[in-house]
């Protein structure tokens, strides 16, 4: 039996507007970043992150990835969504904890969350944590710098290695 397509499996961003931090600050714009991630959507997330300072990501291992500049960016997601496709890869994410600040020009949020990788009948479960900083522009909200950081992993041993 294999796993259920991207678009067939239910997501937890596809109901997140009944979420208790739905009014949050940002919190539309992050779940906007997270189903773009989900559905390998680059050019939705090229035009809601600027990453001015770069960002630092995970890979599909769950080690950290230090992106700089927006070449190394556009080069990392190309590459990230490319392979995961290419595998049949897919990703989901269910935020677990989220809180927000935001002032007239800047702002920044904190999101727990799980990250999914399914793997034809594997899946593996990335509990993370993120720092968002944004930045009011001409054109709305941006993101402006992204900070993941991996608080632990379930990774079945046929996807280990």
């Not at 990835?65 to 190394?72: F, S």
């Not at 290419?86 to 727990?112: M, R, W």
């Not at 054109?139 to 900070?147: A, K, L, V």
């Amino acid at each position: 039996m294999t796993a259920p397509s991207i678009t067939e499996r239910p997501s937890w961003l596809d109901t997140a507007s009944d979420s208790e931090w739905a009014d949050a600050p940002y919190f539309d714009l992050t779940i906007e970043m997270l189903r773009s991630v989900r559905d390998h959507d680059f050019d939705t997330l090229a035009a809601r992150c600027d990453d001015d300072f770069g960002i630092v990501d995970l890979d599909q291992s769950g080690g950290n990835v230090m992106v700089r500049t927006r070449d190394e960016w556009e080069a990392w997601f190309r590459r990230l969504f490319s392979e995961l496709s290419a595998v049949g890869a897919a990703t989901d994410s269910k935020i677990t904890n989220y809180q927000a600040l935001e002032t007239p020009d800047l702002g920044y949020s904190v999101v727990e969350f799980t990250q999914s990788l399914t793997l034809g009948e594997h899946v593996g479960l990335f509990d993370c944590v993120a720092t968002i900083i944004w930045k009011n522009t001409p054109d709305g909200w941006r993101e402006s710098r992204w900070h993941v950081s991996l608080l632990s992993a379930d990774i079945p041993e046929a996807m280990a290695g």
